[in-house]
Each structure stands twice: as C-alpha cells, then as structure tokens.
Nanobody, 120 residues
Framework: QVQLRESGPGLVKPSQTLSLTCTVSGDSITANYYWSWIRQSPGKELEWMGA???????YYSPSLRSRASIARDTPKNQFTLQLSAMTPEDTAVYYC?????????????WGQGTQVTVSS
C-alpha cells in the first residue's frame, strides 16, 4: 500500500545542484525503514546513494558524501535529495525507496523513478 513518488527537474545544467523530493503515502517516514535514494546511469548497475533513518540521521555513499545531502520534511511526509556540482556523469534515473537495510537494494518499496539529464 505504501507509495513513493519522485519529483523534481528533468534537466540540470552542469555545476548546478539537483533537488529531488520523494513524497510518501501509505506509511510514515518516521517508520523503521531506511528512506533511500538510488540511481542508475545508462549501462550501469543500480547505485545506492544514501538514506535517512526514522530519527533523521543521514547516511551517504562514500563516493557522493561530499556532494549529497538528504533531509526530510515530516509534516509533509517527504524526504529530499540535493546533489551539488552536477556533471554529465550524474545523468541517470533517480529512485527513492523504502528499504529494510542500508545499501540493501533487494526488495523494498520503490518509486517509479525520474529521469535526470545533466546537459548545457
């Protein structure tokens, strides 16, 4: 019954910051899951980016830690991703998901994904 939906811009210019929002229905983002962001670039496997816990603690992939920021807005039942200094290599389909464990991409509940293209 839980549903997640990504929203945000489909096109970002190089050097700009991406801001995405995941809107959750059917569950609370204070429930005991990891509210996660994952992406998939063309020809590559799924990449776990980070997550925020029920208490609001954020966790990040080491490769993205310097650029990523995950936060939440509990009254709106939303959590967000900001990714700075975008490059064409950041072009990907971005997913939000409700996962049982950090970095475990098996199962869980996922949004449909949103395409983000980095181009001038």
């Amino acid at each position: 019954q839980v549903q997640l939906r990504e929203s945000g811009p489909g096109l970002v210019k190089p050097s700009q910051t991406l801001s995405l929002t995941c809107t959750v229905s059917g569950d609370s983002i204070t429930a005991n899951y990891y509210w996660s962001w994952i992406r998939q670039s063309p020809g590559k496997e799924l990449e776990w980016m980070g997550a925020i816990s029920r208490s609001g603690n954020a966790y990040y992939s080491p490769s993205l830690r310097s650029r990523a920021s995950i936060a939440r807005d509990t009254p709106k039942n939303q959590f967000t991703l900001q990714l700075s200094a975008m490059t064409p290599e950041d072009t990907a389909v971005y997913y939000c998901a409700r996962l049982q464990k950090l970095r475990d991409l098996q199962g869980g509940s996922w949004g449909q994904g949103t395409q983000v293209t980095v181009s001038s």
